[in-house]
Structure formats: structure tokens, C-alpha cells
């Protein structure tokens, strides 16, 4: 089982910055590929970033790419996203996942662990 809690999240401006993290324990390690996701209402779950255990391989969604850095600390156990130049439609609760791997992948269907999920509101 793996846990993971993420934290991080708020109120900023058009153009602001946050740095969410995702905390995971249990058997959270190198051999999981960590994900970001994230959900508005009435909406499905949407990719934003991926990383890689080993080789800290990223993957981004489109939208995304350019502003939004995701690293790791694997000593930590704890996933980082960077969000510079935030816009409005940024706003959404945004999840951590875990997956037991070593391919980064976008489909939320494959991640097993989930967080509880952290708010990022974006005022324009």
C-alpha cells in the first residue's frame, strides 16, 4: 500500500506561482511512477505532469508545458509541482498518484494510489 498526502495548494493571482507537494509513504519508492492530476466540477480527471522513479523521465499535458515543472526527491519520498504563470483555468482540486512502474503515463485508469487532493484557486 502506498499513502500519499498532498499539501501546498491556495488562493493566488493571474500570474502567480505555487509549488504543491505529495508526501507518500508505505511502500512508496523509486519503483513508482508519481503523477499530478486535476478535477473541476463536473469534469473528468485531467493529466498534468509525470515523473519517472529512476531517471526522473517528465511527461506534461500540453497545457501545461513551459510553466509547470514536477520533480522529485526520492530520498523524501516527496513529488514537487512547480506552477509559474498561473492562469484561472489552472483552478481546480489537484490530485497526486502513485503507480508501481517505470513508464510515465497520462491515462489517470492506470495510477492505483491517490491522495485526497489539494485546492488551487486562480483569481484573474
Known amino acids: 500500500q502506498v499513502q500519499l498526502v498532498e499539501s501546498g495548494g491556495g488562493l493566488v493571482q493571474a500570474g502567480g506561482s505555487l509549488r504543491l507537494s505529495c508526501a507518500a509513504s508505505g511502500r512508496a519508492g523509486v519503483s513508482y511512477v508519481m503523477g499530478w492530476f486535476r478535477q473541476t466540477p463536473g469534469k473528468e480527471r485531467e493529466f498534468v505532469a509525470a515523473?519517472?522513479?529512476?531517471?526522473?523521465?517528465?511527461l506534461y499535458a500540453d497545457s501545461v508545458k513551459g510553466r509547470f515543472t514536477i520533480s522529485r526527491d526520492n530520498a523524501k519520498n516527496t513529488v514537487y509541482l512547480q506552477m509559474n504563470s498561473l492562469k484561472p483555468e489552472d483552478t481546480a482540486v489537484y490530485y497526486c498518484a502513485a503507480e508501481w512502474g517505470w513508464t510515465v503515463k497520462a491515462n489517470p485508469d492506470e495510477y492505483d494510489y491517490w491522495g485526497q487532493g489539494t485546492q488551487v484557486t486562480v483569481s484573474s
Open positions: 515523473i519517472s522513479g529512476t531517471l526522473s523521465n517528465a
